[in-house]
């Protein structure tokens, strides 16, 4: 009984866990633009990097917004516009990841904020 519980334990809910935080992103043909949007605020040093596969994916733009509070330190948000390339529709896995790390880049010890993303192809 137990040896089975633990492979209920493994199989179905260690998964769930793992990936709890994926979006999944649905783009096709005939719209192959999508846009992540996530909070940040530059003043506290914090930067978000971009990983995902550039075969696949064109990076269009990355723009930060600043808050509409006028409070100092205020934070806002940074805004990825991505395209899926031709080649993505014909990948034979119909889909990619895009990773965000939010961290400040000099500290070594500060436990990053990471982001993903599915992104689908759909013809």
Known sequence: ????????????????????????????KQSPEFRITEPSNGSTGYQWTVNYDHALLDLK????????SKLIGAGGETVWVFTAKPEAFQNSTKQTMVKLIYARPWDTKDDPKEMFFVVEFNS
């Open 61 to 68: 733009s990355e723009k930060n917004i600043p808050a509409k």
């Open 1 to 28: 009984m137990l040896k089975k519980l633990l492979v209920f334990i493994v199989v179905l809910i260690l998964p769930a866990l793992t990936f709890a935080e994926a979006s999944t992103i649905h783009v096709t």
